[in-house]
Nanobody, 127 residues
């Protein structure tokens, strides 16, 4: 079992920044890839960013956030982060972190391939 707890969401003006954190417990954190997804009201859950297991040298981003968001991991703290800069109103959503326990060398962007999910944290960007 893996438990994931997100934090860091909130209300921010357009152009501002937030850093989301996702604390993991239950298994050896460095053994699994991590991803961030988001879901806006009435929309399907969509991929945001992912980072591979280990030291996290491989990262993927959705085109909509590339250049603005950065995913990183601190294995000593069992935590994955999502630094979000230049936020836009269309970034408003509930953000979820997820863990993929498959021992693959690259992270996946497909939500169905993630094994554990956090409860989500709300991010609201005002115009």
């Amino acid at each position: 079992q893996v438990q994931l707890v997100e934090s860091g969401g909130g209300l921010v003006q357009a152009g501002g920044s937030l850093r989301l954190s996702c604390a993991s417990s239950g298994r050896t954190f460095s053994n699994y890839a991590m991803g961030w997804f988001r879901q806006a009201p009435g929309e399907e859950r969509e991929f945001v960013a992912a980072i591979n297991r280990g030291v996290g040298g491989i990262t993927y981003y959705a085109d909509s956030v590339k250049g603005r968001f950065t995913i990183s991991r601190d294995n000593a703290k069992n935590t994955v982060y999502l630094q979000m800069n230049s936020l836009k109103p269309e970034d408003t959503a509930v953000y979820y972190c997820a863990a993929d326990l498959a021992r693959t060398s690259v992270p996946t962007t497909r939500p169905e391939e993630y094994d554990y999910w956090g409860q989500g944290t709300q991010v609201t960007v005002s115009s």
